[in-house]
């Protein structure tokens, strides 16, 4: 069974950076599809960014298009999330997340939809300050 566990949030003033990591276990990490999710208090866990099994396709939110970029080391079992210029809109727990449905010899793009993915991490807490 995957089981993941995010780290690196925090708390960092607006206009600051972090890098989320996600490692993971218990599977065959590289053939799946990974995720970032968001849930800030009181809303609806939202759709950050995706990567495909090999890395070759990346999808982004719009609020996080230009901000946020995706990557993942396949050696490592572990996906990342750098975080540029955040916003105090962008405090929230992140979680990690693995869709098994994307993997090879698929090409195509990952999923934005929270249903594709089946395994998700416990979440890290960013906290950004104005």
């Known amino acids: 069974q995957v089981q993941l566990v995010e780290s690196g949030g925090g708390l960092v003033q607006a206009g600051g950076s972090l890098r989320l990591s996600c490692a993971a276990s218990?599977?065959?990490?590289?053939?799946?599809?990974k995720a970032w999710f968001r849930q800030a208090p009181g809303k609806e866990r939202e759709f950050v960014a995706a990567?495909?099994?090999?890395?070759?396709?990346?999808l982004y939110a719009d609020s996080t298009k230009a901000r946020f970029t995706i990557s993942r080391d396949n050696a490592k079992n572990t996906v990342y999330l750098q975080m540029n210029n955040l916003k105090p809109e962008d405090t929230a727990v992140y979680y990690c997340?693995?869709?098994?449905?994307?993997?090879?010899?698929?090409?195509?793009?990952?999923?934005?939809?929270?249903?594709?993915?089946?395994?998700w991490g416990q979440g890290t807490q960013v906290t950004v300050s104005s």
């Open positions: 997340a693995a869709d098994p449905g994307n993997g090879p010899p698929s090409a195509g793009p990952p999923s934005f939809d929270q249903n594709e993915y089946a395994y």
């Open positions: 218990g599977g065959t990490f590289s053939s799946y599809a």
């Open positions: 990567i495909n099994w090999s890395g070759g396709a990346t």
